[in-house]
């Protein structure tokens, strides 16, 4: 069993940054690829960012390329997701998952991942 807790989450202007965490418990982190994933309103939920077990693999969805960067620090359990020169477009319900094998190159594929967080609001004003 994984517990995943995100943070986070908040209001801000269009050109902004925040940085989302994500915090784990209740297995070995270091074991694990990591992912983040976002849902918009009326929208299905989409791939964002992932890394792989050791941190030494990243993939991005083209639409956040070059704005956001996922890294984690093994030591607190803990994923990351800058996210700079936000858009209207990158409101969304933002989560935190993780799959328990060592894939590798990291998934973009929802339901390869195994556990998921509640979710933290971005929501970015024009």
């Known amino acids: 069993q994984v517990q995943l807790v995100e943070s986070g989450g908040g209001l801000v202007q269009a050109g902004g940054s925040l940085r989302l965490s994500c915090a784990a418990s209740?297995?070995?982190?270091?074991?694990?690829?990591m992912g983040w994933f976002r849902q918009a309103p009326g929208k299905e939920r989409e791939f964002v960012a992932a890394?792989?077990?050791?941190?030494?693999?990243?993939n991005y969805a083209d639409s956040v390329k070059g704005r956001f960067t996922i890294s984690r620090d093994s030591a607190k359990s803990t994923v990351y997701l800058q996210m700079s020169s936000l858009k209207p477009e990158d409101t969304a319900v933002y989560y935190c998952?993780?799959?328990?094998?060592?894939?590798?190159?990291?998934?973009?594929?929802?339901?390869?991942?195994?556990?998921w967080g509640q979710g933290t609001q971005v929501t970015v004003s024009s």
């Open positions: 998952a993780t799959d328990l094998t060592r894939r590798w190159p990291p998934s973009q594929v929802e339901n390869e991942y195994d556990y």
């Open positions: 209740g297995r070995t982190f270091s074991r694990f690829a």
């Open positions: 890394i792989s077990w050791s941190g030494g693999t990243t």
